[in-house]
Structure formats: C-alpha cells, structure tokens
T-cell receptor, first 111, second 116 residues
Framework: GENVEQHPSTLSVQEGDSAVIKCTYS??????FPWYKQELGKGPQLIID?????GEKKDQRIAVTLNKTAKHFSLHITETQPEDSAVYFC??????????FGKGTMLLVSP | EPEVTQTPSHQVTQMGQEVILRCVPI?????FYWYRQILGQKVEFLVS????????KSEIFDDQFSVERPDGSNFTLKIRSTKLEDSAMYFC??????????????FGSGTQLSVL
C-alpha cells in the first residue's frame, strides 16, 4: 500500500516568512495529492490539492509542487500570518484507493 | 456551504461498552469514510463505504467495528466492546465520486472518544 512521509514535524517561522512542508510517497499509482489544515479541535480542512498531470498549482498565498519522478510534493505558504498556525497534513491516493496521510506538520507563525 | 456533521462531539464510555458514532455526510455524496486520529498522531484510515457495502477496510477495523447506513442520510460507526486503545478522535468523511473533480474528501469535525 501507499506510504506517505512528511517533514518537518514542527516548523516555526516569523510572520511574513515563507514556510515549506515536504512529503514523499511510495506508490507510483498514486495520482492525487491533497493538503489539509487542521486547527485545534477541528477536523481536517482541504486547502489545496494537485493531480499528477500538473507540476504546480497556486491559490493565493498557497502553492503545491509535485515531482512525479522523484515521488515528492511540497506545500509552500508565502507571507505567513498567525492564523496560518495549525497542523498541516499531506496525503496521497488515487481514483480507486483511499487517501493515506502523512504524520502532520505543526506550523507555528509568530507575530 | 454543505458540511459533514458528526455527533456527539465528545463521548465518554467504560471499557467493554458499545458505542455508536454518528455522521451525516454531505447530501449528494456517494462515498463515505471513517478515519481516526490518536492524540498527536496522523489520521488513519478505518473503512470506506459505497453502495451500501464496505469497499475497503484497514487492519484497525476488526470484528469489533461495524458501519451502517441505516437511512438515506446517516452513516454510523459502531464499536461493539470498547478498549482503552480505542480512545481517539474519530472523523467521518465523504466525497461525491471518484476522479476529477469529485475526489475531494470532506471531513467532519470529529467525535472525541474516551474509553475509561
């Protein structure tokens, strides 16, 4: 089955800095890679996703890149704000498989 | 915006007791899931459900677990005889379909299960 590794486990940045979270996956059949943000006491919320036919996708301050050859994908948050503080999970899967999640990255943005 | 609803938000039970966690998926979604998250750990897949039957389950989902869609709106997870290690946050999730763009998985806010 799929195995998703995520790094770092914690990330502290100053407000306005950029944050990068990296994930690798093992199953070459995986072609769908969402990112979820989980705030304290809440369920994971989908913030951006990318499919394997695309190398990069942007949505305002958030971008995701995918290197299918190397089997890794990354989340980039620019101009971080305190409200970006949360746990971020990457996940991988395909049309016919369930999502496998990484272990999560706790992002702390200090004002 | 439509959302996945879970009840209760917190459930405390004694070891060996049965619990039922309830979920109302987004109304036009066809695929339903249960995940769990032990404190500080990653989200783990338990079971997926489509067309009134289990389509996939993990090793965690043993004979003590069962799922049901008793009517057109509810989706339940039953743990027959709870163990201490069942203590976790349980998330229900649903999606419209498979393939672009229906594969987006939406999560509820979870039920925190504490087994004493």
């Amino acid at each position: 089955g799929e195995n998703v590794e995520q790094h770092p486990s914690t990330l502290s940045v100053q407000e306005g800095d950029s944050a990068v979270i990296k994930c690798t996956y093992s199953d070459s059949a995986s072609n769908y890679f969402p990112w979820y943000k989980q705030e304290l006491g809440k369920g994971p919320q989908l913030i951006i996703d990318i499919r394997s036919n695309v190398g990069e996708k942007k949505d305002q301050r958030i971008a995701v890149t995918l290197n299918k050859t190397a089997k890794h994908f990354s989340l980039h948050i620019t101009e971080t704000q305190p409200e970006d503080s949360a746990v971020y999970f990457c996940a991988g899967g395909s049309r016919y498989s369930t999502l496998t999640f990484g272990k999560g990255t706790m992002l702390l943005v200090s004002p | 915006e439509p959302e996945v609803t879970q009840t209760p938000s917190h459930q405390v039970t004694q070891m060996g007791q049965e619990v039922i966690l309830r979920c109302v998926p987004i109304s036009n979604h066809l695929y339903f899931y249960w995940y769990r998250q032990i404190l500080g750990q990653k989200v783990e897949f338990l079971v997926s459900f489509y067309n009134n039957e289990i389509s996939e389950k993990s090793e965690i989902f043993d004979d003590q677990f069962s799922v049901e869609r008793p009517d057109g709106s509810n989706f339940t997870l039953k743990i027959r005889s709870t163990k201490l290690e069942d203590s976790a946050m349980y998330f229900c999730a649903s999606k419209l379909g498979q393939g672009t763009p229906n594969e987006k998985l939406f999560f509820g806010s979870g039920t925190q299960l504490s087994v004493l």
